[in-house]
């Protein structure tokens, strides 16, 4: 069982940074590929980015390349995004999520990821 709990969401201007972390516990962190999820209201939820279990691989959607950057922590287990230049259409529910079968492959389908966060609040104003 992973238990996963996100922190650092809030209300940002347009332009602005925030840092989500989320924290795991469990002691095969560092053998999970972790993914960033959101879901806008009315809208289904979507992959954000993905990094590998020793964080020399990462994987963004192109909606948000250039500007959001993922990373991990294995020695605390915790995986960051730090989110620049944001954008109103970012305003989401965002959601960290932990892949424990081994393989990079499908690391961007909500459906491969066995457990999730509760989310945290992102809201960007214009």
């Known amino acids: 069982q992973v238990q996963l709990v996100e922190s650092g969401g809030g209300l940002v201007q347009a332009g602005g940074s925030l840092r989500l972390s989320c924290a795991a516990s469990?002691?095969?962190?560092?053998?999970?590929?972790m993914g960033w999820f959101r879901q806008a209201p009315g809208k289904e939820r979507e992959f954000v980015a993905a990094?590998?279990?020793?964080?020399?691989?990462?994987d963004y959607a192109d909606s948000v390349k250039g500007r959001f950057t993922t990373s991990r922590d294995n020695a605390k287990s915790t995986v960051y995004l730090q989110m620049n230049s944001l954008k109103p259409d970012d305003t989401a529910h965002y959601y960290c999520?932990?892949?424990?079968?081994?393989?990079?492959?499908?690391?961007?389908?909500?459906?491969?990821?066995?457990?999730w966060g509760q989310g945290t609040q992102v809201t960007v104003s214009s």
């Open positions: 999520a932990s892949k424990t079968t081994p393989g990079w492959g499908g690391r961007s389908t909500l459906g491969n990821y066995e457990y």
């Open positions: 990094v590998s279990p020793g964080g020399g691989s990462t």
């Open positions: 469990g002691r095969t962190f560092s053998t999970y590929i």
